[in-house]
């Protein structure tokens, strides 16, 4: 079984922190994915690796950035936390295998709460 | 501009009966669609996908419908079970390397006992 998972379930941080949301699969997945989760607005894109050290930005980048220094890792940094940010955080992994490249494995969500 | 849209955000069925959940899209270079599943405290689940060539796939008792002129995809649940109480998020993708996906807002199914 694939597995997914990241370094917290609960978060609370203040106004101004350097936030960091690690996130770790086990399945040599080549891509990787970063979304946040708001009640009415779906997973929402911020960010996506498809290999070591490339990343691209999603739909909401701003405020947001990613570190991808190895495979089976995938960081996202909150530079300055704000409370608009304030959110689930959702990591995924996909592999390109031809007819497997969207099925998307999530890990179970860190909910950051910023104060 | 959404381009993928779940327009009911609830829907409530009762036990044994068929759920029907839709998906409108705006992109007509979406070709590959796929509906995941989502329990509260967890993360979500791939359920089942459809590839733009297609017009059906069957999964037990799950069945994602295509319908490409109108752009809009369904997923039906025959027999429903109270195990299937979750939110539904469609998904859809244009065929590149890069896996990405973009997400409707999701559709909270209830079935009642």
């Known amino acids: 079984d694939v597995k997914v998972t990241q370094s917290s379930r609960y978060l609370v941080k203040r106004t101004g922190e350097k936030v960091f949301l690690e996130c770790v699969q086990d399945?040599?997945?080549?891509?990787m994915f970063w979304y946040r989760q708001d009640p009415g607005l779906g997973l929402r894109l911020i960010y996506f690796?498809?290999?070591?050290?490339?990343?691209e930005k999603g739909d909401i980048p701003e405020g947001y950035s990613v570190s991808r220094e190895k495979k089976e890792r995938f960081s996202l940094i909150l530079e300055s936390a704000s409370t608009n940010q304030t959110s689930m955080y959702l990591c995924?992994?996909?592999?390109?295998?031809?007819?497997?490249?969207?099925?998307?494995?999530f890990g179970p969500g860190t909910r950051l709460t910023v104060t | 501009d959404q381009q993928v849209k779940q327009n009911s955000p609830s829907l409530s069925v009762q036990e044994g009966r068929i759920s029907i959940l839709n998906c409108d899209y705006t992109n007509s270079m979406f070709d590959y669609f796929l509906w995941y599943k989502k329990y509260p405290a967890e993360g979500p689940t791939f359920l089942i996908s459809?590839?733009?060539?297609?017009d059906k796939n069957e999964d037990g008792r799950f069945t994602v419908f295509l319908n490409k002129s109108a752009k809009h995809l369904s997923l039906h649940i025959v027999p429903s079970q109270p195990g299937d109480s979750a939110v539904y998020f469609c998904a859809a993708a244009v065929n590149t390397n890069a896996g990405k996906s973009t997400f409707g807002d999701g559709t909270t199914l209830t079935v009642k006992p």
């Open positions: 459809i590839s733009s060539i297609k």
């Open positions: 399945m040599d997945h080549e891509n």
């Open positions: 690796s498809y290999d070591v050290k490339m990343k």
């Open positions: 995924a992994s996909s592999t390109r295998t031809s007819g497997r490249l969207y099925e998307q494995y």
